[in-house]
């Protein structure tokens, strides 16, 4: 009887430990069939490889692109390409096209918003108004721009200053005066509202 009792508890033991072994060559496996190899980028792509994190947060990475294809943006992934003036994310519900000016470990990576219009203005002059002029309110970030008839305008109720419409370009330059650097935002007028790409200045803070 003891002879038995150690045979089968000798046999229990290399049971254990097959299925031990079974459950790591299994767990290996598929992480190694899930890793993503490296793909072949374009020179676009190859200098933006890293961990990008604005400037006033670099503790915290916003966009994660990746040599396999991958990316990451506002904690959402996606797929992504580069054609050297947007950053092309696609993910399984959305995508998104983000324009970009890169310089070195820097780039200006421009965020788009909507914002409706919440009040206007009564245009007194001869000249056809400007189409930016109004009270506009983004509701998904609360922010908001005021442009007034005469060329000033307010940013999110603080922040004021002089403003230019290039129609043609589709462009706003901002000028802040001593409170912050001139910024020049993209827009388009949509049935939306006002369609904005304004420009976030980011840094290069790791390796991919």
Not at 108 to 137: C, F, H, M, R
Not at 179 to 201: K, M, N, R, S
Request: net charge negative; aromatic share 14%; glycine share 8%.
């Amino acid at each position: 009887m003891k002879t038995n009792t150690k045979r089968k508890s000798s046999e229990e033991i290399w049971i254990a430990l097959a299925g031990i072994i079974l459950v790591v060559t299994v767990v290996a496996m598929v992480f190694l069939l899930g890793r993503r190899k490296p793909i072949e980028q374009n020179e676009y792509e190859q200098a933006l490889l890293g961990k990008w994190a604005y400037t006033h947060e670099k503790d915290k990475p916003t966009l994660i692109l990746r040599n396999d294809g991958t990316a990451e943006f506002e904690g959402e992934k996606y797929e992504y390409t580069c054609d050297g003036e947007r950053i092309h994310l696609v993910g399984r519900t959305n995508e998104k096209h983000l324009r970009y000016v890169q310089k070195d470990h820097q780039m200006y990576l421009y965020i788009q918003s909507t914002y409706t219009k919440q009040a206007d203005y009564n245009y007194q002059g001869t000249a056809t108004p400007s189409e930016v002029i109004g009270y506009w309110l983004c509701e998904a970030t609360n922010w908001t721009y005021e442009f007034t008839p005469n060329g000033t305008f307010m940013e999110d109720g603080a922040l004021t200053g002089y403003y230019e419409v290039n129609e043609e370009a589709k462009t706003v330059k901002l000028m802040y005066g001593e409170a912050l650097e001139d910024a020049v935002f993209y827009y388009q007028i949509t049935e939306e509202g006002l369609f904005i790409e304004y420009p976030w200045l980011m840094e290069k803070i790791g390796s991919r």
